[in-house]
Every structure is written in structure tokens, then in C-alpha cells.
Nanobody, 122 residues
Framework: QVRLVESGGGSVQAGGSLTLSCVVSGYPISTNCMAWFRQTPGKEREGVAGVYRGNERTYYVDSVKGRFTISQDLAKNTVYLQMNSLKPEDTAMYFC???????????????WGQGTQVTVSS
């Protein structure tokens, strides 16, 4: 059984930092795609960052480039999202997702965590 459990969300002021963690069980992150998505009420889920096959390739949405970093600890089968210089527009529920390939659409990811809330105040 595949299970993804996120943690690390919280409330911070603009300019602050948070690190999200996603512990994965039942699915080897080293040979698949792991991604972070975010969603706010009334909006579609947005892909934020992804990493393919154990750091072989990473990608970021333009709005977070230079501020967010996705990484993995293969020994712990855990994915991280380091978020720096946070802005109020980063406020969202953040989800960890897993799939065989890194495709743009969220529908291509069969496995999801329950989400962790990030709130950035101005």
C-alpha cells in the first residue's frame, strides 16, 4: 500500500521560511517522480516543483524559482520542499504526489498525501 504523509506546514510572516516533508512508504522515490502541488479554495491544483529519479532532474513553476528547493533523502524515502522568501501568494494547501513520470497535469499522479497548510501573512 502506497502512503504519503506530509508535515511541516504552518504560519509564517512574509520573507520567512518553511520546510515541508513527505514521508513515502510502499513506493520507491528513487525510481519515480515526486512532486509538490498546491491549491487554494476555488482554484485548480498547481504544480510547484518536481524531482525525477533521485535528483536526476528537477523542475519548478516560474513563481517559485530561486526561492523553493525540492530535494530527497533516498535512505529515508522522503521528499522535502525548502521554501524561502515566502510571499502571501504562496499561501495554500501543499500536497505531495508520486507517479512513474513527471507530467504536468495533476491527474497523471496516482498517489497523494493529505496535504499540509502553509499560510504566509504580510
Amino acid at each position: 500500500q502506497v502512503r504519503l504523509v506530509e508535515s511541516g506546514g504552518g504560519s509564517v510572516q512574509a520573507g520567512g521560511s518553511l520546510t515541508l516533508s513527505c514521508v513515502v512508504s510502499g513506493y520507491p522515490i528513487s525510481t519515480n517522480c515526486m512532486a509538490w502541488f498546491r491549491q487554494t479554495p476555488g482554484k485548480e491544483r498547481e504544480g510547484v516543483a518536481g524531482v525525477y529519479r533521485g535528483n536526476e532532474r528537477t523542475y519548478y513553476v516560474d513563481s517559485v524559482k530561486g526561492r523553493f528547493t525540492i530535494s530527497q533523502d533516498l535512505a529515508k524515502n522522503t521528499v522535502y520542499l525548502q521554501m524561502n522568501s515566502l510571499k502571501p501568494e504562496d499561501t495554500a494547501m501543499y500536497f505531495c504526489a508520486a507517479a512513474p513520470l513527471c507530467l504536468e497535469k495533476s491527474e497523471s499522479f496516482p498517489y497523494w498525501g493529505q496535504g499540509t497548510q502553509v499560510t504566509v501573512s504580510s
